[in-house]
């Protein structure tokens, strides 16, 4: 488009999927485009793109994705292959392996973190 500057982290096809607050989902999420959480999982998500998890938003499971922004609350391990961002109102525990951090003023984080230039695929 003219004179509108594409984000890098934007999935390249503009689709992307959410969970809206008051929603709970029990068990694992896969997704190919980016996925946005103001609700509760109880599982593991695994996405291709960018999850943002809403201020609102909990995690009880692990998370893999290319790129990350947390404002909620993650209760486990996070994988991010490329840019990780702790917003202020974050709330992470558990370990973290990333190749970009950024983290707010205010957010917290109790774990582990290993940063690597290039993230290898997470083994499983």
């Known amino acids: ?6 984000n890098e982290e934007e999935s390249p096809s503009g689709l992307h999927n ?4 008051g929603t709970v989902v029990t068990g694992n999420i896969s997704t190919e485009t980016d996925f946005r959480l103001d609700g509760k999982v109880e599982g593991d998500i695994t996405c291709k793109g960018k999850i943002v998890i809403g201020p609102k938003g909990e995690v009880k499971g692990n998370i893999e994705a290319d790129n ?10 996070i994988f991010v292959r490329a840019r990780l961002s702790l917003k ?15 983290v707010e003023p205010n957010a917290m984080f109790n774990g582990i973190c290993k940063m690597d230039r290039q993230v ?3 083994n499983r």
């Open 88 to 102: 202020a109102t974050a709330n992470v525990k558990g370990d973290i392996q990333v190749q970009i951090l950024e």
């Open 120 to 122: 290898p695929e997470q």
């Open 68 to 77: 990350a922004e947390i404002l909620g609350t993650v209760e486990g391990n």
């Open 18 to 21: 959410a969970l809206s607050t």
């Open 1 to 6: 488009m003219i004179g509108r500057k594409q």
